[in-house]
């Protein structure tokens, strides 16, 4: 497969997309892509081996490939667990997997993997068109990328995206979790002032989140009952040169 094989839903009309994300700044796209492109995506993030835990502690991020994690005892995985939800409690706290991918168009070329692939088409001169439409703002030169999986106890906590220098004019997330329910957390939740939660979407299979930067929102934890695990592509759409 290649940048070539993705293809935005033909049904989708962009201006009136638009309209709709300026209500809020926000819009859940159903069926982005045609059915099949989605799936072949999917299926490759469910069979690679490479997977990194990540989790944060304050601006320092710490990264656990497999076979370190499977390596932690007992007593270790208990200290990680405490401290995480230690600093869940009052500040910005993560821990989920991910799956880089470069943001220089010549690596991921040079990589080709179908994650790779799909971060091309989404920096394609016609996806970034069909983006610049919904979302309006100035003109887009690339979107950044990773693959997420949020397993039972992933989660993110409240924030903006906003860092000085990166450009972001609006945040994505591909959604590819099959038949997800909303009992089983990982939902998308934006907040207003006071904490309340103004809207939340539930990350049904082959839907696109779009969403204006800076826009205070989290991932709510995933479910100790949950059967299966929260695959997305996510990033953001930037201005600037590309790199």
Request: charge should be negative; proline fraction near 7%; aromatic fraction near 10%.
């Amino acid at each position: 497969m290649n940048s070539s094989s993705f293809r935005i839903n033909p049904a989708l009309d962009p201006e009136e997309l638009s309209r709709a994300f300026a209500m809020r700044r926000r819009l859940h796209i159903p069926s982005f892509l045609e059915p099949e492109c989605a799936g072949n995506l999917l299926e490759y993030l469910k069979g690679d081996p490479g997977w990194k835990l990540v989790v944060n502690s304050e601006d320092k991020l710490f990264e656990l490939d497999r076979p370190t994690q499977a390596s932690l005892t007992p007593e270790q995985q208990r200290q990680l667990d405490e401290a995480v939800h230690a600093k869940a409690r009052y500040g910005f706290q993560y821990r989920y997997e991910t799956l880089r991918v470069p943001d220089a168009e010549s690596e991921r070329i040079a990589r080709g993997t179908i994650l790779d692939d799909f971060a091309l088409f989404l920096s394609s001169d016609a996806t970034l068109a069909f983006l610049q439409t919904v979302i309006g703002g100035s003109d887009l030169a690339f979107a950044d990328a990773q693959a997420t999986a949020y397993g039972p106890g992933h989660f993110l906590t409240a924030h903006d995206d906003a860092v000085a220098g990166k450009n972001r004019q609006a945040a994505f997330v591909m959604n590819l979790s099959a038949d997800w329910s909303a009992d089983w957390g990982g939902m998308l939740a934006f907040h207003e002032p006071g904490n309340a939660i103004a809207e939340a979407f539930i990350p049904t299979f082959n839907s696109l989140n779009l969403f204006g930067v800076p826009q205070r929102h989290s991932v709510t934890m995933v479910t100790p009952f949950t059967p299966r695990r929260r695959y997305s592509v996510t990033g953001w759409l930037r201005t600037g040169p590309k790199p």
